[in-house]
């Protein structure tokens, strides 16, 4: 089975699990566009479905989408919303990065007021 993103106006509204065979004959009068997806990739990379370890099979759209993510049809490119005003979005993994790497150990928090990691008991 395939994926399937369906984006309006660069905005996830629906995925869904079906063959390719649906999607050319599915007659959808709602507007949007299938965009085929793959469960397995993240961060522009693709893993094995079973053990979750990368793998050498293709990565499609850079990340596995939700509803409510965006997609970006120049860079061919699902990623999330934005989490803070303070991360950017990576060009290679399409994923958000803190201006700060989280800490080596412990669990953190993210703190936008002071751009940092604040630890969590």
């Known amino acids: ?4 993103a369906k984006v309006l106006d660069t905005k ?3 995925v869904i699990v079906a063959e390719q065979e649906f999607i050319d004959n599915y007659v ?8 085929q997806c793959s469960y397995n990739t993240s961060g522009g990379k693709h893993y094995d479905e079973i053990n979750g370890v990368e793998d050498d099979g293709t990565p499609l ?3 596995y989408p939700a509803i409510d993510w965006n ?3 120049t860079a061919d490119a699902f990623y999330p919303p934005k989490p803070f005003d303070s991360w950017t ?7 958000w990065e ?3 790497a989280y800490p080596s150990s412990g669990h953190h928090e993210w703190n936008e007021e002071t751009t940092s990691w604040d630890a969590v008991e």
């Open 1 to 4: 089975m395939s994926h399937f």
């Open 12 to 14: 996830v509204v629906a």
């Open 28 to 35: 959808d009068s709602s507007p949007g566009e299938w965009i």
């Open 61 to 63: 759209r850079k990340n």
């Open 71 to 73: 997609y970006d049809e």
């Open 89 to 95: 979005l990576s060009t290679t993994t399409y994923l």
């Open 98 to 100: 803190p201006p700060v």
